[in-house]
């Protein structure tokens, strides 16, 4: 199926582009495999080939790059087959850990496979094997093949928690990729922003104001909606945290350990009982953050190989998939990495917050400021940005030092995070059935 029309020549060229380097994608996907950065029995599903038979009856797609873009898709699933329980749901993402982690969070029935890469084969097996009625991407998944072709075979589609930051428009502004990017936003029949500003870029693009509607932060949702779900960890390892002073950095990246290794060194002077948790962004790097940071005479443990929390420990590496949120239900205060040095943009804290845990985050954080904002217009409490290292450790130590202080912190997050997910996945329902899911679902049914 060829790329629509409207897009011009740059989507010409791009389509006969993808078209002509499969057989090198198909080589990058196989050293990928070798690599472990595929999944070793799954990773046809990237090439559009089904691990199973489709279901009979209407289907519906959400799409979502990554973990937290996934999450953030349960609650509206989660409505969708209360609604519409007849309807099969399919989930694609697009990384490992993604998959791992849906596979276990995705409510009973709901079908999880890889997407395929944005190449014409790859994207028309995708399409005849799964025939869905109607589809949701998740934020800023833009794939040219992938959406036009889509459009053509008249699969409505909706973008939610849509982002577009002042980056990723100067990128999509470019002369030669206009007609491209608007021919993709012109074919959402529903398009939710995360803000005023995305909007604005939005329809600068071309995406049409009529399809444009404000619903909130699906991320709020998600935080309420899982906590109660929230497996528990082993009773060893709850005995082992008890009668520790116990603070945890999440989503750390590269870097960032050293910094809150240098901070629990300064911390420990004074509050001799402290334990800090690390639960890095990338697991495979538990390794490398256990050796470096023993260097300066750290005691670091870590979780994948089962080693116990002693006496002695000070870090403890939290290198396994999906336990993120488990963690944050241990801990009082959970620092959100992706934060502290220049060129990261942040990580979601709402699931801190729903957890009940005092959240700090550092000054790099994107467009995860517009939740900072929100949140503190809830509560001023409920999220601490700090400048820098020093702030970090100065306000790590307060808290520590100040448990009413450090109580009021806690139920002040999770306040204002119960105050911003109010309605949200109600707003985001309404809006599919109007813009999506009517035009393809029977009126008697909807």
């Not at 002042?166 to 074919?187: D, E, G, I, Q």
Request: charged share 20%; proline share 5%.
């Amino acid at each position: 199926m060829a790329m629509c029309s409207k897009a011009g020549l740059a989507g010409s060229i791009y389509g006969t582009l993808t078209a002509a380097i499969a057989p090198l994608l198909l080589l990058h996907l196989k050293w990928r495999r070798l690599k472990g950065l595929e999944d070793a029995q799954e990773w046809r599903q990237r090439l559009g080939s089904a691990s199973i038979p489709r279901p009979t009856g209407p289907l519906f797609w959400f799409h979502a790059v990554s973990v937290g873009e996934g999450l953030s898709a349960i609650p509206v699933i989660q409505k969708c087959l209360q609604a519409r329980p007849w309807v099969t749901i399919l989930m694609t993402t697009s990384t490992v850990t993604a998959f791992i982690v849906l596979k276990r969070t995705l409510p009973h029935g709901v079908l999880c496979q890889f997407a395929p890469i944005d190449t014409p084969t790859a994207v028309n097996r995708f399409l005849s094997h799964w025939q869905p009625q109607a589809a949701v991407f998740m934020e800023n998944e833009l794939w040219p093949n992938l959406l036009c072709t889509s459009a053509v075979k008249g699969i409505p589609l909706a973008l939610l928690n849509a982002r577009m930051s002042s980056k990723s428009f100067k990128r999509w502004s470019f002369h030669a990729a206009r007609p491209l990017v608007a021919t993709m936003l012109a074919n959402f029949s529903l398009i939710c922003p995360l803000s005023t500003a995305e909007g604005v870029r939005l329809q600068l693009l071309g995406a049409p104001p009529t399809n444009i509607h404000f619903a909130g932060n699906l991320k709020y949702a998600w935080g309420v909606f899982n906590f109660d779900g929230v497996r528990k960890l082993e009773e060893t390892l709850i005995k082992e945290l008890s009668g520790r002073k116990v603070w945890l950095a999440a989503s750390t990246h590269a870097g960032e350990e050293e910094v809150i290794a240098r901070i629990h060194k300064n911390v420990r002077q004074d509050i001799k009982e402290l334990l800090t948790v690390i639960v890095p962004r990338h697991p495979k790097r538990g390794y490398k953050i256990q050796r470096d940071l023993s260097k300066p005479g750290l005691s670091v443990v870590l979780r994948s190989l089962q080693e116990h929390i002693q006496a002695e420990t000070d870090i403890y590496v939290v290198d396994t998939i999906g336990e993120l949120q488990q963690f944050y239900g241990l801990t009082p205060i959970a620092f959100v990495g992706g934060s502290l040095l220049n060129g990261l943009s942040g990580h979601n804290m709402a699931e801190a917050a729903a957890c009940g845990c005092a959240v700090l985050t550092g000054p790099h954080i994107g467009h995860f400021s517009k939740m900072v904002g929100e949140m503190q217009r809830h509560s001023q409490l409920s999220i601490e940005q700090v400048s820098g290292e020093d702030e970090l450790q100065h306000v790590l130590k307060e808290l520590l030092s100040d448990p009413v202080f450090l109580k009021r912190r806690q139920e002040a997050a999770k306040y204002a995070l119960t105050c911003a997910a109010v309605g949200v996945v109600e707003t985001v329902w309404k809006l599919l059935e109007q813009y999506v899911l009517r035009s393809v679902f029977s009126p008697a049914l909807v």
